[in-house]
């Protein structure tokens, strides 16, 4: 099975702050990576797919970048709707698998 | 609207059986591969399974973790999505949520989660 490690798991931080969460996979997974956003007590919600393609809906100031093992996720500037745990999935193979998260909460 | 309502979650026994099931609308429910995630109460996500759509003869894949125990189906005259759980455990105590795969087999709607606790 394909490891994706997330960190920080942990992350203070203000508004208009840039923030980068880092998403490792324990093999090479091409492109086929997506970030979601899951506010408490609600389901995730699409950030990010194929690595870097930003969902319909989804404010500018995400970005995804990265190929193969390493992949990151940058908040330009943070804003306070942005304050929650983020989560990448690889859909290389079977089993499909998350990351552990990153909560990102108000400094 | 895509939408995407999950229910028949609640209280079972260890060991026991249950069928959580997912109602589609919005969208040609026949054309997707629908997938299920689950959540462990304060935990990361656990995607469970995936079954894919009548042209791909309704095949399915599972976590290792379900295998066995846990069977996902579909019935698209009915725009439902089902889950039957057997021989369950507390560790399969989560909320499991239904999902919508997309053309590129990406995840872009996910229902609101229903529930499944696994107590004596």
């Known amino acids: 099975d394909i490891q994706l490690t997330q960190s920080p798991s942990f992350l203070s931080a203000s508004v208009g702050d840039r923030v980068t969460i880092t998403c490792r996979a324990s093999?090479?997974?091409?492109?086929?990576l997506a970030w979601f956003q899951q506010k408490p007590g609600k389901a995730p919600k699409l950030l990010i797919y194929a690595a870097s393609t930003l969902q319909s809906g989804v404010p500018s100031r995400f970005s995804g970048s990265g190929s193969g093992t390493e992949f990151t996720l940058t908040i330009s500037s943070l804003q306070p709707e942005d304050f929650a745990t983020y989560y990448c999935?690889?859909?290389?193979?079977?089993?499909?698998?998350f990351g552990g998260g990153t909560k990102v909460e108000i400094k | 609207e895509v939408q995407l309502v999950e229910s028949g979650g609640g209280l079972v026994q260890p060991g026991g059986s249950l069928r959580i099931s997912c109602a589609a609308s919005?969208?040609?429910?026949?054309?997707?591969?629908m997938d299920w995630v689950r959540q462990a109460p304060g935990k990361g996500l656990e995607w469970v399974g995936r079954v894919r759509k009548k042209a791909n003869s309704y095949t399915t894949e599972y976590a290792a973790s379900v295998r066995g125990r846990l069977t996902i189906s579909r019935d698209d005259s009915k725009n439902s999505l089902y889950l039957q759980m057997n021989s369950l455990t507390t560790e399969d105590t989560a909320v499991y949520y239904c999902l919508r795969v997309t053309g590129n087999y990406y995840v872009d709607s996910w229902g609101q989660g229903t529930l499944v606790t696994v107590s004596s």
């Open positions: 999935q690889q859909l290389n193979s079977y089993p499909l698998t």
């Open positions: 919005g969208f040609t429910f026949s054309d997707h591969y």
């Open positions: 093999q090479g997974i091409a492109n086929y």
